[in-house]
């Protein structure tokens, strides 16, 4: 298996290997001052939603972009979500768009690194059925970036989980479907787990959490690890070296290495659907910014996973507390394996399906929107169609 982030470390690395020169606090206001194209890291908060809204232009549905407030961290708590001299509130950026008034409600969360702008092409679709909410995790793209103090798995879940709840609040949201992408799933499905009287339906899209390092392991993922370079990449993961180091390391030249990568990845080996040009122009530009901008919430990686992306606390374990009814999502060229899926089912003692959608890797959203809108419709029908029962399995996609 590879993770996200060792996938990306693997082949930066061998562009690159440069130290982190992280965007510090104490300059920022004067960084502000400096032309762009001056800067080592040319980005800011102001231009991760400035290529927010370029990306999002090219859509038809209308939106509303906001940053919540969220407060100064979970009423009661004793970890803040910041701990430093600042006493300022903390805000979740999130995009609303327009639909009808009896429509339903879908919350949707990102994985791990990335930001509620790669669902840029499923918003049209999914906003002519629900009422579409897109956020970005605390700590992720246009959301505000605390210094990440969390030091433990429980802290780090907390950290995710309470931002959201605080979210819900200051949005007033009762009742919502709640879908969330790779790392997005894992913490979709852990606030289910707390509060699951606010979800009616969970739709874990490519989830991560199904593994453990107890549990079986690619023959050679087992060889790597005992090579010097599995070595050296399991001492950088627990040291929590994160792709987006590699990024801010190049500087200037950040950009050109996140545009191979999208070219790469949603072009020349795309599973599905490629890019067109302006797409992969504005999706490159974006994904820079919500990179190269101050590390915070990517930090996480070494408390929720192992080296290998092997869960610390897998979700199998609770799943037979689940209380939601809930759809897993995976693409047939999906890295994330959907075993592990069918084995919570087992233990599950709530409604569970898994589809899986044809020519649709781990991002199976972009490689192929049509049929991923279908998987979303199907899986939501109860909410949807008048006789949901009959309701037939859209053409293509299979159950396992």
Same mark, same amino acid.
């Given at each position: 298996?590879?993770?996200?982030?060792?996938?990306?470390?693997?082949?930066?690395?061998?562009?690159?290997?440069?130290?982190?020169?992280? +965007?510090?606090?104490?300059?920022?206001?004067?960084?502000? +001052?400096?032309?762009?194209?001056?800067? %080592?890291?040319?980005?800011?908060?102001?231009?991760?939603?400035?290529?927010?809204?370029?990306?999002?232009?090219?859509?038809?549905?209308?939106?509303?972009?906001?940053?919540?407030?969220?407060?100064?961290?979970?009423?009661?708590?004793?970890?803040? %979500?910041?701990?430093?001299?600042?006493?300022?509130?903390?805000?979740?950026?999130?995009?609303?768009?327009?639909?009808?008034?009896?429509?339903?409600?879908?919350?949707?969360?990102?994985?791990?690194?990335?930001?509620?702008?790669?669902?840029?092409?499923?918003?049209?679709?999914?906003?002519?059925?629900?009422?579409?909410?897109?956020?970005?995790?605390?700590? %992720?793209?246009?959301?505000?970036?605390?210094?990440?103090?969390?030091?433990?798995?429980?802290?780090?879940?907390?950290?995710?989980?309470?931002?959201?709840?605080?979210?819900?609040?200051?949005?007033?949201?009762?009742?919502?479907?709640?879908?969330?992408?790779?790392?997005?799933?894992?913490?979709?499905?852990?606030?289910?787990?707390?509060?699951?009287?606010?979800?009616?339906?969970?739709?874990?899209?490519?989830?991560?959490?199904?593994?453990?390092?107890?549990?079986?392991?690619?023959? %050679?993922?087992?060889?790597?690890?005992?090579?010097?370079?599995?070595?050296?990449?399991?001492?950088?993961?627990?040291?929590?070296?994160?792709?987006?180091?590699?990024?801010?390391?190049?500087?200037?030249?950040?950009?050109?290495?996140?545009?191979?990568?999208?070219?790469?990845?949603?072009?020349?080996?795309?599973?599905?659907?490629?890019?067109?040009?302006?797409?992969?122009?504005?999706?490159?530009?974006?994904?820079?910014?919500?990179?190269?901008?101050?590390?915070?919430?990517?930090?996480?990686?070494?408390?929720?996973?192992?080296?290998?992306?092997?869960?610390?606390?897998?979700?199998?374990?609770?799943?037979?507390?689940?209380?939601?009814?809930?759809?897993?999502?995976?693409?047939?060229?999906?890295?994330?394996?959907?075993?592990?899926?069918?084995?919570?089912?087992?233990?599950?003692?709530?409604?569970?399906?898994?589809?899986?959608?044809?020519?649709?890797?781990?991002?199976?959203?972009?490689?192929?929107?049509?049929?991923?809108?279908?998987?979303?419709?199907?899986?939501?029908?109860?909410?949807?169609?008048?006789?949901?029962?009959?309701?037939? +399995?859209?053409?293509?996609?299979?159950?396992?």
């Amino acid at each position: 298996m590879k993770a996200i982030g060792f996938y990306w470390s693997a082949r930066m690395a061998q562009e690159i290997r440069k130290n982190d020169v992280g +965007l510090s606090s104490s300059r920022s206001s004067s960084r502000r +001052l400096w032309p762009s194209v001056l800067r %080592w890291i040319p980005t800011s908060t102001d231009h991760i939603i400035a290529s927010e809204k370029r990306l999002l232009s090219i859509l038809k549905t209308p939106y509303v972009q906001e940053h919540v407030n969220i407060g100064t961290g979970p009423p009661g708590s004793k970890v803040r %979500w910041f701990r430093s001299s600042s006493d300022k509130p903390r805000f979740i950026n999130t995009v609303t768009f327009d639909s009808k008034d009896d429509s339903p409600t879908l919350v949707m969360v990102h994985g791990y690194g990335a930001s509620q702008g790669l669902f840029f092409r499923n918003f049209d679709a999914l906003a002519s059925r629900f009422r579409v909410i897109a956020v970005d995790q605390l700590g %992720w793209g246009g959301s505000s970036r605390p210094d990440f103090t969390c030091r433990s798995t429980e802290e780090t879940e907390a950290w995710f989980i309470d931002s959201f709840e605080e979210w819900r609040k200051a949005q007033n949201l009762n009742k919502f479907i709640l879908l969330g992408h790779s790392f997005g799933g894992y913490v979709a499905a852990k606030y289910a787990l707390k509060h699951p009287e606010h979800v009616q339906h969970l739709i874990l899209v490519g989830s991560a959490g199904f593994s453990s390092e107890s549990g079986a392991q690619p023959e %050679w993922f087992t060889k790597f690890r005992t090579t010097w370079k599995g070595s050296v990449m399991n001492h950088l993961w627990e040291s929590n070296f994160t792709p987006q180091k590699l990024i801010r390391g190049l500087g200037p030249w950040g950009p050109d290495i996140v545009g191979k990568y999208t070219s790469s990845r949603f072009g020349t080996h795309s599973t599905g659907e490629v890019l067109t040009e302006e797409e992969s122009k504005l999706l490159t530009d974006y994904f820079y910014h919500t990179l190269a901008a101050k590390a915070s919430g990517e930090l996480c990686l070494k408390y929720i996973f192992t080296f290998g992306a092997f869960t610390r606390s897998p979700l199998n374990r609770s799943a037979s507390e689940w209380k939601v009814p809930t759809t897993f999502i995976y693409g047939f060229q999906d890295w994330m394996n959907y075993e592990g899926a069918q084995e919570a089912r087992k233990q599950m003692k709530v409604p569970c399906e898994i589809i899986r959608v044809p020519k649709g890797g781990h991002f199976v959203f972009i490689d192929n929107p049509t049929a991923f809108h279908s998987s979303v419709f199907y899986a939501c029908r109860k909410f949807l169609a008048p006789h949901p029962d009959n309701e037939p +399995l859209p053409e293509g996609l299979t159950l396992a």
